[in-house]
Antibody
Framework: EVQLVESGGGLVQPGGFLRLTCAAS????????MDWVRQAPGKGLVWVSR????????SYADSVKGRFTISRDNAKNTVYLQMNSLRVEDTAVYYC???????????WGQGTLVTVSS | SYELTQPPSVSVSPGQTARITCSAD??????AYWYQQKPGQAPILVIF???ERPSGIPERFSGSSSGTTVTLTISGVQAEDEADYYC????????????FGGGTKLTVL
């Protein structure tokens, strides 16, 4: 059974940092691209970042470029999102999602809530 | 990049057919995908590549495409289908590889 379990969310002050973790199981992790998608309270889904199966290629939404860094450890079946210089507008539930191709997501984690507030 | 346009809300009575549309000029060239999201839960893929249904998704969910519009159809709507539905497509030419529509709230009356 495919499982994606996010952790690392919480309350942080503006300008602070957090590292989100997504632990994967039930599939050959090193064969899949992985993405982060976020959802602000009461709002829609917004793509944040992605990383290729071997970690050699990454991309970011303009709103997080230069502040967030995605990485992965295929030996640990884990993908990370390092979030620096957090802003109030980064407040959201962050989901990790598996991409069977480069175009869509067939499995999602349950999400982790990040709240940026003073 | 482009935008995917969905109606904010659709309402149907139980047993009726719900149709949720998603429009964008790019859709004749790119596949569309549909996700169902219930309150407090993660999204679930219900349709991929315009018309394909993942295993485990009830047959009452179907997808279609015509020109610049794709449609998610739910036949014989049940109370448990009340949820937000998001269309999604890809943008290989832009800086955002994945684009989501704004979402449609399906209400079962």
């Amino acid at each position: 059974e495919v499982q994606l379990v996010e952790s690392g969310g919480g309350l942080v002050q503006p300008g602070g940092f957090l590292r989100l973790t997504c632990a994967a199981s039930g599939f050959t992790f090193s064969s899949y691209w992985m993405d982060w998608v976020r959802q602000a309270p009461g709002k829609g889904l917004v793509w944040v970042s992605r990383i290729s199966s071997d970690g050699s290629s990454t991309s970011y939404a303009d709103s997080v470029k230069g502040r967030f860094t995605i990485s992965r450890d295929n030996a640990k079946n884990t993908v990370y999102l390092q979030m620096n210089s957090l802003r109030v507008e980064d407040t959201a539930v962050y989901y990790c999602a598996r991409g069977p191709g480069a175009d869509y997501f067939d499995y999602w984690g349950q999400g982790t809530l990040v709240t940026v507030s003073s | 990049s482009y935008e995917l346009t969905q109606p904010p809300s659709v309402s149907v009575s139980p047993g009726q057919t719900a149709r949720i549309t998603c429009s964008a000029d790019v859709l004749p060239k790119q596949y569309a995908y549909w996700y169902q999201q219930k309150p407090g839960q993660a999204p679930i893929l219900v349709i991929f590549k315009d018309t394909e249904r993942p295993s485990g998704i009830p047959e009452r969910f179907s997808g279609s495409s015509s020109g610049t519009t794709v449609t998610l159809t739910i036949s014989g709507v049940q109370a448990e289908d009340e949820a937000d539905y998001y269309c999604q497509s890809a943008d290989s030419s832009g800086s955002y590889p994945v684009i989501f529509g704004g979402g449609t709230k399906l209400t079962v009356l």
